[in-house]
């Protein structure tokens, strides 16, 4: 099998306007959604595009801080070995932010014989969306991240902090979701964020202050293109990022940054198109379509496996919290909040599933290609939901058991799971737990200060 290659016909055209780029960012989001990769001269970006980059498969054996965990096997036990790495289609864009001489070009990874690399979670999540295609039907799919705005100034105890507000100078420690004096204090950044993101060709919607102190929602619209909408999401995190730090504020993706405060989510809504381009869950009742009934039940039943995949370390499990937006069941109703998988208020051709389990950190291609697999997974075998939950989720008794509220066992689960296994493959799922429980070991080791403050003192 040999290579499918991306023309480097658009990519010229696209240095041909724009003579003042010297640099291109050769970007590879890795197991975590961090970005890897090199900078390339301009100059050289032809021959990215016609013989690929190459980068080692250890890519996706890195843990959080860049370490490589070596029990993967894709580490020295096969020589750090390179793979190709070939642009991705609509990969190629500017980056207003560093100036008018850098650019950026995402890839992903393949083996030699041109087959996707199985540890590429783009690739992964690529597989999925194939099974769907050989159905008829095609995942539509919008990313919705939320974020803080921290101050570049740590606290004394190393701690992140609000910034100071724009117009008032003072740091907010309150709670005011919606508030328009917020989201008049930091305007211009925001104003700045959608700007790039049209010039990127994210399609960035509303932008709404949420619960916390300078914390932020972006809204991307719908896209008949399950990658390149997880794509967006990757572009979006870097541009919020970098306008950010060109106004001397850091943004943070992390799921909990504060103990007292609201965590970070990302949200999913997917629906399902046919092969005429109309929506196979759409019905004049709000959850009575079977299809829509079946993608609910295969969620529910496979969401306590994928833990691992929407809470992908260990700061991700101070966010699940009673009553904080964070669903602690597996539960579905519709046009409510309070649960893991909520059916939008919508007209009956735009209906649709939201997942709103994962945290902010979760990388997009693996939450999004689990949330596919759900779905698959209660289409093919037919299942049938209970009956959607009305109120309070938070306070009502339920035959569901929780979901997995720690990391060790969200890994575990993740492990045993054998529908996931089925769709993920044995040797995605191996790599993924051992990464992550290497990474929980060297967590786990570390003294933290809390400790020496509990502990250190004699009794």
């Known amino acids: ?62 843990d959080a801080l860049g370490g490589t965990v070596e029990a993967t096997g894709l580490g020295f036990d096969e020589g750090d070995a390179d793979r190709p790495c070939l642009p991705v289609a609509d990969g190629l864009q500017s980056c207003p932010w560093l100036g008018n001489e850098v650019a950026q070009l995402q890839v992903q990874m393949f083996e030699h014989d041109g087959t996707p690399f199985y540890g590429d979670p783009r690739q992964v999540l690529g597989s999925m969306v194939e099974r769907y295609r050989a159905r008829g039907v095609n995942p539509v799919v919008a990313v919705e991240l939320e974020f803080y705005f921290v101050d570049r100034e740590r606290t004394a105890e190393g701690n992140a902090q609000p910034p100071r507000s724009p117009l008032t100078g003072r740091r907010e420690h309150r709670t005011q979701i919606n508030s328009m004096i917020d989201l008049d204090s930091i305007s211009p950044i925001l104003r700045e964020i959608v700007d790039t993101c049209r010039e990127q060709g994210v399609p960035a919607g509303t932008a709404l202050s949420e619960y916390g102190p300078s914390q932020w929602e972006v809204n991307l619209e719908h896209v008949a293109d399950a990658q390149l909408a997880c794509d967006h999401a990757i572009r979006l995190k870097r541009i919020v990022k970098g306008v950010g730090l060109k106004h001397g504020l850091e943004a943070t993706f ?39 009934r079946q993608s609910a039940a295969g969620l529910l039943a496979t969401m306590a496996d994928c833990m691992a995949l929407f809470a992908p370390n260990a700061n991700s499990y ?100 054998e529908v996931m296994r089925g769709y993920f493959g044995n040797r995605f799922v191996d790599l993924y737990c051992t990464l992550k429980r290497g990474e929980l070991e060297d967590f786990a080791a570390y003294v933290s200060p809390l400790e020496y403050a509990w502990y250190l003192a004699p009794l």
């Open 1 to 62: 099998m040999s290579l499918i290659r991306e023309s480097f016909d658009t990519a010229a055209s696209f240095l041909a306007a724009r003579p003042g780029i010297r640099c291109v960012d050769l970007l590879l989001p890795d197991m975590n959604g961090i970005l890897r990769g090199k900078r390339v001269e301009a100059a050289d970006l032809r021959q990215v595009y016609e013989k690929g980059l190459l980068l080692p498969g250890s890519m996706f054996a890195l």
């Open 254 to 292: 992390m799921a909990k940054p504060y103990r007292d405060m609201a965590g970070s989510g990302t949200h999913v809504h997917v629906s399902l198109l046919d092969d005429a381009g109309h929506n196979v869950f759409a019905s004049d009742g709000e959850t009575d379509n079977p299809l829509l």
């Open 318 to 417: 101070r966010r699940l919290r009673p009553e904080s937006y964070v669903p602690l069941h597996p539960t579905w109703a519709y046009n409510n909040r309070g649960v893991a998988l909520r059916v939008p208020l919508s007209g009956a051709s735009d209906r649709r599933l939201e997942h709103r389990v994962a945290g902010a950190d979760a990388n997009p291609y693996l939450f999004v290609a689990a949330v596919l697999a759900g779905m698959l997974h209660g289409m093919e075998r037919r299942l049938e939901a209970p009956p959607p939950l009305t109120g309070n989720a938070y306070t009502q008794p339920l035959n569901a058991a929780p979901l997995p509220n720690d990391w060790a066992a969200a890994i575990a689960r993740f492990d045993q799971s």
